[in-house]
């Protein structure tokens, strides 16, 4: 793909990701004391430029490393059309907006943890059940942990299976057949990117039943809080999970050429 096709996809990006704004409350305006709104605009607009930068950056690496760099750039271009949809909401009802933080997630959670399995896929042979495991554990935390915050389920039992599947999901990258992939055929450079990769699927994920915990069970974290602390940590587990992996793959492709 040429610098002009390239930045026709980036344009094009750009423009799709800024057309949900003129869906809801135009005439609702970002107070200067409002800073989960302000969060939202800035995480919304860094979603976007990192979208850019992933779909510029595909033709800068080998074939086998364009698929991940693609994945990283729908899950950040999903993420920006859902938090422009979360900011017009908050800022002209004051409301959370759950319903699509979690269709947010339902694409994009599962997107991320595929990624696992593209970078073993880029290395060596890696059986389907790989793939199904860990995009079965992903939804299923996602479903049970929406089903409790929403009120379909009791609150502790969709905290408590939405919990397990998270567990499982770790379980799988660190001593199960992805983590044994990664120590036997990855190069150093991949995995120090995976281990990165799961540091954020541990600490970074954890942010979401902490605050599930403390918001719907403890009644501890008003709204504009947990909002903020989410926002925050879609940073680290979206755009800055994406960054990892196209480190690696420009680190890998580059090392390849010389």
């Known amino acids: 793909m040429n ?4 930045w026709k996809v980036a344009a094009a990006a750009v423009a799709f990701t800024g057309l949900p704004s003129l869906a809801i409350a135009a005439d609702a305006n970002l107070q200067s004391d409002d800073f989960v709104g302000i969060s939202f605009w800035l995480i919304s607009m860094a979603l976007v430029a ?9 033709d800068r690496v080998d074939s086998k490393w364009k698929t991940s760099l693609t994945v990283s ?7 920006a059309v859902h938090y422009f949809y979360m900011r017009d909401v908050w800022v002209s009802t004051g409301e959370t907006p759950t319903v699509y933080r979690y269709i947010d997630w339902l694409i994009t959670v599962p997107l991320l943890m595929v990624e696992f399995f593209l970078i073993l896929s880029a290395i060596t042979a890696v059986p389907a059940r790989v793939f199904w495991r860990l995009l079965i554990g992903t939804t299923l935390m996602l479903v049970f942990g ?11 039992a969709g905290f408590v299976l939405g919990t397990a599947a998270w567990l499982y999901v770790l379980y799988e990258i660190f001593r199960g057949e992805a983590g044994q992939l990664n120590a036997e055929n990855a190069s150093p450079a991949v995995q120090s990117a995976f281990s ?14 902490i605050g599930y915990l403390m918001g719907y069970m403890m009644g501890s974290v008003d709204a504009d809080t947990l909002n903020i602390i989410y926002n925050l940590a879609d940073v680290l587990n979206k755009i800055a999970f994406g960054l990892i992996i196209w480190h690696v793959a420009v680190t890998e492709s580059e090392g390849k050429a010389k």
């Open 146 to 156: 929406y089903l409790g915050e929403s009120g379909y389920m009791d609150v502790t």
């Open 196 to 209: 990165l990769m799961r540091y954020i699927v541990t600490f970074g994920w954890a942010i979401y039943p």
């Open 73 to 79: 750039g729908l899950v950040t271009l999903v993420a």
């Open 3 to 6: 610098i002009v096709k390239r």
């Open 50 to 58: 990192s979208t850019v930068f992933f779909f510029i950056e595909r």
